[in-house]
Protein backbone atom coordinates (compact mmCIF):
# COMPACT_ATOMS: atom_id res chain seq x y z
CA UNK A 1 0.00 0.00 0.00
CA UNK A 2 2.63 2.62 0.77
CA UNK A 3 4.71 1.96 -2.50
CA UNK A 4 1.03 2.66 -4.22
CA UNK A 5 1.01 5.63 -2.12
CA UNK A 6 4.30 6.73 -3.40
CA UNK A 7 3.17 6.38 -6.92
CA UNK A 8 -0.09 8.54 -6.20
CA UNK A 9 1.61 10.92 -4.84
CA UNK A 10 4.75 11.54 -7.23
CA UNK A 11 2.28 11.15 -10.26
CA UNK A 12 -0.24 13.90 -9.20
CA UNK A 13 1.49 16.82 -10.76
CA UNK A 14 1.84 14.83 -14.29
CA UNK A 15 -2.31 14.13 -13.70
CA UNK A 16 -2.84 17.95 -14.33
CA UNK A 17 -1.17 17.63 -17.61
CA UNK A 18 -2.63 14.22 -18.82
CA UNK A 19 -6.23 14.16 -17.42
CA UNK A 20 -9.54 14.97 -19.54
CA UNK A 21 -11.27 17.91 -19.00
CA UNK A 22 -12.94 17.12 -15.45
CA UNK A 23 -16.67 18.46 -15.15
CA UNK A 24 -15.42 19.76 -12.00
CA UNK A 25 -12.24 20.80 -10.14
CA UNK A 26 -11.00 18.54 -7.89
CA UNK A 27 -11.67 19.78 -4.09
CA UNK A 28 -12.87 17.58 -1.05
CA UNK A 29 -16.57 18.76 -2.09
CA UNK A 30 -16.31 17.88 -5.83
CA UNK A 31 -15.50 14.84 -7.68
CA UNK A 32 -13.17 14.15 -10.23
CA UNK A 33 -15.49 13.26 -13.28
CA UNK A 34 -15.64 13.37 -16.99
CA UNK A 35 -18.23 12.64 -19.85
CA UNK A 36 -16.69 12.53 -23.49
CA UNK A 37 -20.60 12.58 -24.33
CA UNK A 38 -23.34 14.39 -22.43
CA UNK A 39 -25.43 12.06 -23.82
CA UNK A 40 -23.68 9.20 -21.81
CA UNK A 41 -26.46 6.50 -21.31
CA UNK A 42 -24.37 4.69 -18.48
CA UNK A 43 -22.23 5.83 -15.38
CA UNK A 44 -19.32 4.62 -13.36
CA UNK A 45 -18.29 5.44 -10.19
CA UNK A 46 -15.06 4.84 -8.74
CA UNK A 47 -14.29 4.58 -4.50
CA UNK A 48 -10.16 4.85 -4.14
CA UNK A 49 -8.47 2.77 -1.66
CA UNK A 50 -8.55 4.15 2.11
CA UNK A 51 -4.89 5.90 1.83
CA UNK A 52 -5.67 6.81 -2.12
CA UNK A 53 -7.03 9.77 -3.60
CA UNK A 54 -9.81 10.72 -6.70
CA UNK A 55 -6.88 10.78 -9.14
CA UNK A 56 -6.04 6.95 -8.56
CA UNK A 57 -8.05 5.43 -11.15
CA UNK A 58 -5.74 7.84 -13.61
CA UNK A 59 -2.92 6.61 -12.38
CA UNK A 60 -0.87 3.61 -14.13
CA UNK A 61 -1.11 0.57 -12.18
CA UNK A 62 0.29 -2.07 -14.07
CA UNK A 63 1.40 -3.12 -17.42
CA UNK A 64 0.74 0.84 -18.75
CA UNK A 65 -2.84 0.80 -18.02
CA UNK A 66 -5.02 2.55 -15.73
CA UNK A 67 -8.64 1.58 -14.22
CA UNK A 68 -9.62 4.37 -16.60
CA UNK A 69 -8.55 2.64 -19.59
CA UNK A 70 -10.50 -0.63 -18.57
CA UNK A 71 -13.79 1.96 -18.32
CA UNK A 72 -13.00 3.32 -21.67
CA UNK A 73 -12.81 -0.44 -23.34
CA UNK A 74 -15.90 -1.54 -21.08
CA UNK A 75 -18.04 1.62 -22.02
CA UNK A 76 -17.11 3.68 -24.75
CA UNK A 77 -18.80 7.25 -24.30
CA UNK A 78 -20.00 6.36 -20.89
CA UNK A 79 -19.52 9.52 -18.21
CA UNK A 80 -16.83 8.70 -15.31
CA UNK A 81 -17.18 9.96 -11.27
CA UNK A 82 -14.25 9.17 -8.93
CA UNK A 83 -15.54 9.90 -5.50
CA UNK A 84 -13.88 11.24 -2.47
CA UNK A 85 -15.33 10.38 0.93
CA UNK A 86 -14.79 9.95 4.80
CA UNK A 87 -13.49 6.31 5.61
CA UNK A 88 -15.22 6.54 8.95
CA UNK A 89 -18.41 8.35 7.79
CA UNK A 90 -18.39 4.89 5.36
CA UNK A 91 -17.84 3.08 8.22
CA UNK A 92 -20.75 4.23 10.37
CA UNK A 93 -22.74 3.61 7.88
CA UNK A 94 -23.25 7.08 6.55
CA UNK A 95 -23.90 7.51 2.52
CA UNK A 96 -25.65 11.11 2.55
CA UNK A 97 -22.80 12.79 1.06
CA UNK A 98 -22.09 10.18 -1.52
CA UNK A 99 -25.56 10.00 -2.41
CA UNK A 100 -26.32 13.88 -3.01
CA UNK A 101 -22.80 13.96 -5.14
CA UNK A 102 -23.84 11.21 -7.16
CA UNK A 103 -27.61 12.58 -7.81
CA UNK A 104 -25.95 16.17 -8.09
CA UNK A 105 -23.78 14.52 -11.13
CA UNK A 106 -26.48 12.34 -12.60
CA UNK A 107 -28.58 15.81 -13.29
CA UNK A 108 -25.67 17.11 -15.31
CA UNK A 109 -26.11 13.54 -17.92
CA UNK A 110 -30.25 13.49 -18.27
CA UNK A 111 -29.90 10.40 -20.39
CA UNK A 112 -28.39 8.12 -17.86
CA UNK A 113 -29.78 4.98 -17.63
CA UNK A 114 -27.33 2.78 -16.00
CA UNK A 115 -24.87 2.61 -13.39
CA UNK A 116 -21.86 0.44 -12.60
CA UNK A 117 -19.98 0.99 -8.63
CA UNK A 118 -16.35 -0.20 -8.80
CA UNK A 119 -13.63 0.14 -6.05
CA UNK A 120 -10.79 -0.86 -4.83
CA UNK A 121 -9.82 -2.21 -0.88
CA UNK A 122 -11.79 -0.07 1.07
CA UNK A 123 -12.91 1.28 -1.89
CA UNK A 124 -14.23 -1.88 -2.63
CA UNK A 125 -15.88 -1.86 0.75
CA UNK A 126 -17.75 1.44 0.07
CA UNK A 127 -19.08 0.62 -2.72
CA UNK A 128 -20.63 -2.60 -1.81
CA UNK A 129 -21.82 -0.80 1.43
CA UNK A 130 -23.24 2.20 -0.56
CA UNK A 131 -25.18 -0.25 -2.99
CA UNK A 132 -27.20 -1.33 -0.02
CA UNK A 133 -27.74 2.49 1.35
CA UNK A 134 -28.03 4.26 -1.72
CA UNK A 135 -31.63 6.37 -2.42
CA UNK A 136 -34.10 4.30 -4.40
CA UNK A 137 -33.30 6.47 -7.48
CA UNK A 138 -29.69 5.42 -7.28
CA UNK A 139 -29.99 1.96 -6.50
CA UNK A 140 -32.49 1.48 -9.21
CA UNK A 141 -29.65 2.59 -11.73
CA UNK A 142 -26.90 0.10 -10.35
CA UNK A 143 -26.48 -2.93 -12.61
CA UNK A 144 -23.72 -4.29 -10.11
CA UNK A 145 -20.04 -3.77 -8.15
CA UNK A 146 -16.63 -4.82 -9.10
CA UNK A 147 -14.46 -4.90 -6.47
CA UNK A 148 -10.92 -5.74 -5.80
CA UNK A 149 -8.68 -6.61 -2.59
CA UNK A 150 -11.90 -5.95 -0.84
CA UNK A 151 -12.39 -6.30 3.16
CA UNK A 152 -15.80 -8.33 4.24
CA UNK A 153 -14.46 -9.30 7.98
CA UNK A 154 -13.48 -6.25 9.09
CA UNK A 155 -12.74 -7.59 13.04
CA UNK A 156 -10.30 -10.16 11.18
CA UNK A 157 -9.08 -7.45 9.29
CA UNK A 158 -7.77 -5.15 12.29
CA UNK A 159 -5.59 -7.95 13.61
CA UNK A 160 -4.37 -9.47 10.45
CA UNK A 161 -3.79 -6.97 8.05
CA UNK A 162 0.06 -6.58 7.30
CA UNK A 163 -0.88 -2.61 6.76
CA UNK A 164 -0.15 -0.59 9.96
CA UNK A 165 -2.93 2.28 8.52
CA UNK A 166 -5.48 -0.32 8.27
CA UNK A 167 -5.18 -1.59 11.52
CA UNK A 168 -4.92 1.57 13.22
CA UNK A 169 -7.96 2.98 11.39
CA UNK A 170 -10.12 0.18 12.41
CA UNK A 171 -9.27 0.10 16.16
CA UNK A 172 -9.59 3.65 16.26
CA UNK A 173 -12.88 3.54 14.73
CA UNK A 174 -13.82 0.67 17.18
CA UNK A 175 -12.48 2.27 20.23
CA UNK A 176 -14.43 5.56 19.18
CA UNK A 177 -17.64 3.66 18.78
CA UNK A 178 -17.71 2.49 22.48
CA UNK A 179 -19.35 -0.75 20.99
CA UNK A 180 -17.36 -4.06 21.29
CA UNK A 181 -18.93 -5.51 18.16
CA UNK A 182 -19.03 -2.71 15.93
CA UNK A 183 -16.05 -4.11 13.53
CA UNK A 184 -18.36 -7.36 13.28
CA UNK A 185 -21.60 -5.60 12.35
CA UNK A 186 -19.95 -3.35 9.72
CA UNK A 187 -18.94 -6.56 8.18
CA UNK A 188 -20.22 -6.91 4.35
CA UNK A 189 -21.70 -10.04 4.80
CA UNK A 190 -23.64 -8.50 7.97
CA UNK A 191 -24.57 -5.85 6.35
CA UNK A 192 -26.21 -7.46 3.42
CA UNK A 193 -28.37 -9.13 5.40
CA UNK A 194 -30.85 -6.88 5.11
CA UNK A 195 -30.43 -6.26 1.48
CA UNK A 196 -33.84 -6.26 -0.28
CA UNK A 197 -32.65 -5.68 -4.15
CA UNK A 198 -30.22 -8.19 -5.26
CA UNK A 199 -27.17 -7.02 -7.53
CA UNK A 200 -24.35 -8.44 -9.50
CA UNK A 201 -20.88 -8.66 -7.93
CA UNK A 202 -17.49 -9.40 -9.11
CA UNK A 203 -14.84 -9.73 -6.76
CA UNK A 204 -10.83 -9.72 -7.88
CA UNK A 205 -9.08 -11.89 -5.13
CA UNK A 206 -5.44 -11.50 -5.12
CA UNK A 207 -3.85 -14.97 -3.16
CA UNK A 208 -0.76 -13.20 -1.66
CA UNK A 209 -2.78 -10.70 -0.21
CA UNK A 210 -1.15 -9.84 3.25
CA UNK A 211 -3.07 -6.47 3.36
CA UNK A 212 -6.43 -8.01 3.20
CA UNK A 213 -5.88 -11.53 3.67
CA UNK A 214 -8.00 -14.07 2.19
CA UNK A 215 -9.51 -15.50 5.48
CA UNK A 216 -10.88 -11.73 6.09
CA UNK A 217 -13.19 -12.24 3.69
CA UNK A 218 -14.20 -16.35 2.98
CA UNK A 219 -17.41 -16.31 3.76
CA UNK A 220 -18.82 -12.73 1.27
CA UNK A 221 -19.41 -15.10 -1.47
CA UNK A 222 -21.72 -17.50 -0.06
CA UNK A 223 -23.29 -14.67 2.18
CA UNK A 224 -24.01 -12.57 -1.32
CA UNK A 225 -25.61 -15.25 -2.90
CA UNK A 226 -27.88 -16.17 -0.21
CA UNK A 227 -29.37 -12.75 -0.85
CA UNK A 228 -30.20 -13.51 -4.36
CA UNK A 229 -26.97 -11.37 -5.79
CA UNK A 230 -25.04 -13.59 -8.78
CA UNK A 231 -21.29 -13.40 -7.85
CA UNK A 232 -17.92 -14.28 -9.97
CA UNK A 233 -14.74 -14.26 -8.11
CA UNK A 234 -11.29 -14.38 -9.75
CA UNK A 235 -8.61 -15.95 -7.64
CA UNK A 236 -5.33 -14.08 -9.01
CA UNK A 237 -1.77 -14.42 -8.27
CA UNK A 238 -0.12 -11.45 -6.60
CA UNK A 239 -0.52 -9.29 -3.82
CA UNK A 240 -2.81 -6.30 -2.43
CA UNK A 241 -3.11 -3.71 -5.26
CA UNK A 242 -4.52 -3.60 -9.05
CA UNK A 243 -4.77 -6.52 -11.38
CA UNK A 244 -4.57 -6.15 -15.09
CA UNK A 245 -7.62 -4.28 -16.35
CA UNK A 246 -8.32 -6.95 -18.20
CA UNK A 247 -9.63 -8.24 -14.95
CA UNK A 248 -11.57 -4.91 -14.58
CA UNK A 249 -13.18 -5.29 -17.78
CA UNK A 250 -13.95 -8.65 -17.64
CA UNK A 251 -15.90 -7.62 -14.12
CA UNK A 252 -17.50 -4.50 -15.83
CA UNK A 253 -19.07 -7.35 -18.81
CA UNK A 254 -20.08 -9.77 -16.29
CA UNK A 255 -22.65 -7.05 -14.29
CA UNK A 256 -23.78 -5.18 -17.25
CA UNK A 257 -24.02 -8.67 -19.19
CA UNK A 258 -22.76 -7.13 -22.63
CA UNK A 259 -21.27 -4.02 -21.57
CA UNK A 260 -20.22 -1.81 -25.18
CA UNK A 261 -24.07 -1.79 -25.72
CA UNK A 262 -24.96 0.73 -22.73
CA UNK A 263 -22.70 3.73 -24.37
Request: overall charge positive; proline content about 6%; some cysteine.
Amino acid sequence: MKSLLKLLFLAIFAIYLTLPAPADAVTPEKPLGFAPKKTAKHLVIYFHALSGVPQEPFLVPIKGASIVDAVKSAYPGAGFLSLDYDPAQVLAGNFSTIDDTIKAYTKEFPNIQSISLCGSSFGGYTALSYYTRASKDVQSLVKGVVATGVPDDLNLLSKSSKDKEVREFLLHELTASNKPTYLKDRSLSQIYKSLKKPTNVYLIVMKNDVIVPAACNKDLEANLQAKGCKVSIEKIDGGHGFPSIYFLEHGFHFITKDAKTLN
